[in-house]
């Protein structure tokens, strides 16, 4: 008689969302605080990793969350947070090696244990942002409205602008999506966003829209406007807020036009992402909660 054999269930795995862009400037940590805001709010189980150690903006952007909600006595949702520590090795291989390591390790452990993952990059080219792409389900690249940060998507000339070629980043993520392909058989949805749109029509703006479109066609993005040239997208790093939670009480604002705008702004484009519908939830144990940490390791300082 034959025994039937039941293969243990797939273990549960976060869907990981990575920001990234080559240049730096293009509101990526803005882009990520809203992403985990929005999932958070949204009841789903959230850890994010800064790999800028250095800058720190999204770690700054969350402590400065987590002191803003204990001074006003608010309970606002907070992710599980790492800070992912720069190799000190002694060459350049052996530092990408031990970063490629301890990335790889700190996704194993974060993914079975939340819905939702994020990775904030820092502007440039390296071997450890080329590593964190490969593990993106989602990735979202924010960049001005301008022609100048579209050179890295495709080069542009002339004038009506027409592509020459795919630019450098392009180039990067079109490597790394076949090495995932590779890896695990998965791909990578690829979101480009204009940020910082002006709220006044013009020709350069009507001619980013359609080189980028084009562009999307030939390189392999889906392209959606992000937010806009706001004020209050700046201020609120201070708090450590977004604009989707301005509603809550014992915050001190009273919104305004330009509020209400900003939060369809950001309502719009998680639509566009498709988060939720992305986000399968789990039994894991624990709930989101504040818990900084520095990832280090025998390469790392």
Not at 145 to 151: H, K, Q, R
Not at 163 to 179: D, H, M, N, Y
Not at 215 to 236: M, N, T
Not at 254 to 273: K, N, P, Y
Request: glycine share 8%; aromatic share 6%; hydrophobic share 40%.
């Amino acid at each position: 008689m034959l025994e039937t054999i039941t293969a243990p269930a797939p273990e549960p795995r976060a869907h990981v969302v990575v920001v990234a862009n080559e240049k730096g400037g293009t509101g990526k940590s803005t882009t990520a605080m809203h992403l985990i805001v929005a999932a958070l709010r949204q009841g789903f189980t959230v850890a994010s990793i800064d790999l800028d150690a250095g800058q720190g903006s999204l770690t700054r952007y969350i402590e400065n969350r987590a002191r803003f909600g204990v001074r006003q006595d608010a309970s606002l949702p907070l992710p599980h947070h790492a800070v992912f520590a720069a190799s000190n090795a002694d060459s350049r291989a052996a530092a990408a090696e031990d970063e490629r390591q301890r990335l790889a390790a700190l996704v194993a452990d974060l993914a079975p244990r939340f819905d939702c993952l994020v990775l904030d990059t820092p502007g440039g080219d390296t071997p450890t942002v080329r590593e964190a792409i490969t593990y993106a389900d989602t990735l979202i690249t924010p960049v001005n409205d301008s022609f100048i940060d579209l050179d890295l998507l495709g080069r542009v000339e002339g004038n009506p602008p027409k592509i020459v070629s795919p630019g450098r980043f392009s180039a990067v993520v079109w490597e790394q999506r076949k090495l995932r392909a590779q890896r695990t058989g998965g791909s990578i949805d690829w979101v480009v966003l204009r940020n910082r749109l002006t709220t006044l029509g013009s020709r350069n703006k009507a001619a980013m829209a359609d080189t980028l479109q084009e562009l999307s066609k030939r390189v392999g993005f889906r392209p959606a406007d992000g937010f806009g040239d706001r004020v209050i997208f700046r201020e609120l790093f201070f708090q450590g807020l977004t604009v989707l939670d301005l509603r809550e009480e014992g915050l001190g604002f009273e919104l305004t036009l330009s509020h209400v705008a900003a939060r369809q702004e950001v309502r719009r484009l998680i639509e566009f992402i498709g988060l939720a519908g992305k986000i399968a939830p789990a039994e894991r144990p624990g709930k989101a909660r504040l818990s900084v940490s520095l990832q280090t390791g025998p390469g790392a300082r």
